[in-house]
């Protein structure tokens, strides 16, 4: 570089070499701001794209776990079917024989395999989270208040989620 262009470069004064400095150092802090709106947004978006990832791969599972529940709400009819006729065969009524009792159990245990269970009723206390109270009757003692007497349509659960409450009578 000559010296006549080295000499054009330099500031004239003390003034401009300060405007000059200041004006870099606005430029500087305007960039320093700017770059850390970009990393606030870059980690905003990476954030939300996470969630967005852990929140589909959760709602898949849960499709999953019950895709089959239209399914089974439409076995439990017939469930409840096979239960009252084991329940009159115990009565002495009419006779469960040992084939429809093994239908019964293949069905039962092909749908828990599922998933399903039966909500345990009679004896328990009542919660309205999990029975529906149909009627009531006279408790026969104190302690029995508030219990489960006897289950007009069994409950069931899909996964741990109620697919259909309990009909239950409740003690008084």
């Given at each position: 570089m000559s010296e006549k262009q080295h000499k054009a470069k330099?500031?004239?004064?003390?003034q401009e070499t300060e405007e000059s400095v200041s004006s870099l150092e606005k430029d500087l802090e305007t960039l320093t701001v700017e770059l850390d709106e970009s990393k606030d947004k870059y980690l905003r978006l990476f954030a939300e794209f996470?969630?967005?990832?852990?929140?589909t791969i959760k709602e898949r599972f849960e499709l999953m776990k019950s895709a089959s529940q239209d399914v089974i709400l439409s076995l439990l009819p017939i469930l409840d079917d096979f239960d009252r006729v084991?329940?009159?065969?115990?009565?002495?009524?009419?006779?469960?024989s040992e084939g429809v009792q093994l239908v019964y159990h293949k069905l039962y245990h092909a749908l828990e395999g599922k998933g399903l269970k039966k909500m345990e009723t009679i004896g328990q206390p009542f919660d309205p989270e999990f029975h529906e109270a149909i009627t009531d009757i006279p408790a026969p003692s104190p302690e029995k208040k508030g219990s489960i007497a006897d289950t007009i349509e069994s409950g069931y659960l899909l996964n741990d989620k109620i697919i259909r409450y309990a009909k239950v009578v409740v003690f008084n």
């Open positions: 330099q500031p004239k004064n003390d996470d969630n967005y990832k852990k929140r084991k329940k009159s065969s115990e009565d002495g009524s009419e006779p469960f």
